[in-house]
């Protein structure tokens, strides 16, 4: 799944350089929103 | 509605339509008349990803699936994030490298004829029944609450998105899609404010999650092992990344969209665009139907939302049993509102012991109130036995209706018939290229001018969206329509996957072998449906089943014409 030298064109994003960076941020980003939701149940059992 | 309101939604409707047309009309390019003009920057194809995928049903239906059973149905997207980087990375790079038209175009380089056929077939099968139920979806809930002629609502919008799908292609789809998802977002945020604005005076935004805790509709994330329930955090995870991974994938309604890209990057970018946005999205839409349920506790609801139903059955014979249920339940929902009264006011004094003791009771009460609701569907049923019992897609609507101004109400109208043509148009658009480029252009007609083929592709689309239009007037269906669509893409859409995966990963599988394991892992399929009362197994399931039976499948008979002496074909 990591991409190859071929498809490692710039992502053009500030502070994200490489495409591995940005699925870290995606796969981050679940993280959060599953963290949300399970605190949402949590502070209003 | 009033006048107001049909302003609002035609001028809305039509305006974009036209708009569409106009500025795309007269394209004589194939690839530009399936892809676009190739310079589709990374928003245009994230909204557009986003607005093929959200169809009508998922803003009409998935509200109500708040409203009933809360939050849970948001884990059936939980694998998208990871489906959607694995596509970036891997299926997208090959798909530009190979310029092709058409995912199944791939399958026939990596493998052979028959199977490009298989793939594109399965697809041109489930995608146009998906056709018809994108259709049918919002037409039969608006017709049924504005009293006006489903056959009529069906023939009228579906033949609008065809005349602008055939005559622009797929530029005017990027091209709409952008401004009915603008439409979508302005309608929602709307119907959110206002929903808030409408809280009985006194109860904050916390209370209302409050009141919505207390009857478990909150409950959003479900970490157990069992495989029945329809949605946990692992059949989301699981089933879902198969799901998503097969539908982003391999679905050319998608393909064909972050084709469109300028670059990979572009491309690539619009992809994880939705990674981030999907899954707070879904959860916004069953937070509204949450909060929509919580209003409901202070406003009495109908006892069942389908009320054009429930009239005309009380007015057909069964009306003094139904009086009599509208009465019990007026009585179960003001013994439940007084309830929810007497906790809130132990819980704004900070009194957790009254708050405790307030919680039976008002638990109770709402089972009573609920087992009043129960009792009208079988009231509805035993009148006339076959019918649907489901009123889920009845409650986001019925509250439009009944509670929101009017603008508003036209707006969000706009909004259900602005999804509805948005993911509409890009399945005509994947159905009409996948005939042409897929069996006209690969099997009836090779060499032949860019002008004949686009011309093909305008009939076929055409055609595809007559049949959907047919299917759509014909169909009838029980399940909660957001589930319908999500089933029927389940049943095939592992196959697909298993093809795919199979092609990038099991090098030594050839044509012949893939073939067949495709064909025997579909036939399981449907076994497994159609002995699911059975077998209990939640259809997420069937995603990861009917991928890992491809593949496996693929290698057992691979392994079995190897030792035949038969060379594997394609790899």
């Known amino acids: 799944m990591t991409p190859g030298p071929k498809d490692g064109e710039a992502t053009g994003l500030p502070g994200v350089r490489t495409w591995k960076g940005v699925y870290w941020v995606v796969a981050g980003s679940f993280v959060l929103w599953v963290g949300l939701l399970v605190a949402l149940e949590m502070f209003f059992p | ?571």
């Open chain 2, 1 to 571: 509605m009033n006048a107001f309101d049909y302003v609002v939604l035609l001028g809305t409707l039509f305006g974009i339509a036209a708009y569409g047309t106009w500025r795309t009309v007269g394209r004589s390019d194939l690839r530009t008349y399936l892809h676009g003009s190739g310079d589709t920057p990374w928003i245009v194809i994230g909204l557009s990803v986003m607005a093929t995928q959200a169809s009508a049903i998922t803003f009409l239906s998935t509200p109500g699936q708040g409203y009933e059973d809360g939050l849970g149905f948001v884990q059936n997207y939980f694998g998208a994030p990871f489906a959607l980087i694995a596509i970036a990375a891997v299926f997208l790079p090959i798909y530009r490298r190979l310029k092709v038209y058409t995912a199944y175009e791939y399958l026939g380089q990596r493998f052979d004829s028959k199977t490009r056929l298989l793939g594109a077939a399965l697809f041109l099968l489930q995608r146009g029944l998906g056709a018809g139920i994108t259709i049918y979806a919002p037409a039969i809930v608006l017709s049924t609450v504005m009293g006006w002629r489903l056959d009529l609502t069906i023939v009228c919008s579906g033949l609008l998105v065809v005349i602008y799908t055939v005559a622009g292609g797929s530029k005017a789809v990027n091209l709409t899609q952008k401004y009915q998802i603008g439409v979508i977002f302005a309608g929602m945020a709307a119907a959110f404010v206002v929903l808030l604005c409408r809280l009985p005076a006194g109860l904050t935004f916390s209370d209302a999650l409050a009141v919505a805790g207390q009857f478990h509709r909150l409950h959003a994330v479900d970490f157990s092992l069992d495989m029945r329930p329809r949605y946990t955090f692992w059949s989301g995870l699981l089933g879902g990344m198969f799901l998503a991974l097969s539908y982003f994938g391999t679905d050319q309604s998608q393909v064909q969209r972050y084709l469109s890209g300028s670059s990979l990057r572009e491309s690539r970018l619009g992809l994880m665009f939705n990674a981030v946005c999907k899954i707070p999205m879904q959860a916004f839409i069953l937070l509204l139907g949450v909060l929509i349920f919580v209003f409901y506790q202070f406003e009495r609801p109908p006892v069942f939302f389908n009320q054009a139903a429930w009239r005309h059955e009380s007015d057909h014979g069964g009306g003094a049993r139904l009086r009599a249920i509208e009465a019990d339940f007026a009585a179960a929902h003001a013994e439940e509102r007084s309830r929810l009264e007497t906790w809130l006011a132990a819980r704004h004094r900070a009194d957790r012991a009254a708050e405790a003791a307030a919680r039976a009771p008002l638990v109770e009460a709402q089972k009573r109130a609920q087992a009043v609701r129960s009792e009208a569907k079988q009231a509805l049923l035993d009148a006339r036995p076959g019918a649907t019992a489901n009123d889920s897609d009845y409650v986001f609507i019925t509250f439009i209706l009944d509670h929101l101004p009017h603008g508003i109400i036209g707006l969000l109208v706009a909004v259900f018939f602005a999804a509805a043509f948005s993911s509409k148009a890009a399945e005509l658009n994947a159905l009409g290229s996948t005939t042409t480029v897929d069996f006209y252009r690969h099997l009836v007609r090779r060499e032949a001018a860019d002008a004949h083929y686009v011309a093909a592709s305008k009939w076929f689309t055409a055609l595809w969206g007559l049949i959907a239009i047919g299917f759509a007037l014909g169909a009838n269906l029980a399940e909660n329509l957001i589930q319908a669509v999500n089933i029927i893409g389940s049943i095939f859409y592992g196959v697909v996957l298993g093809l795919f995966l199979s092609a990038f990963f099991l090098r030594r599988v050839g044509g012949t072998a893939v073939f067949w394991a495709a064909l025997a892992a579909q036939t399981l399929i449907f076994a497994l449906w159609i002995f699911r009362s059975a077998l209990g197994i939640s259809y997420l399931w069937y995603n990861v089943i009917g991928c890992a039976a491809c593949m496996l499948f693929s290698m057992a008979i691979q392994a079995v014409l190897d030792g035949a002496g038969a060379k594997p074909a394609g790899a």
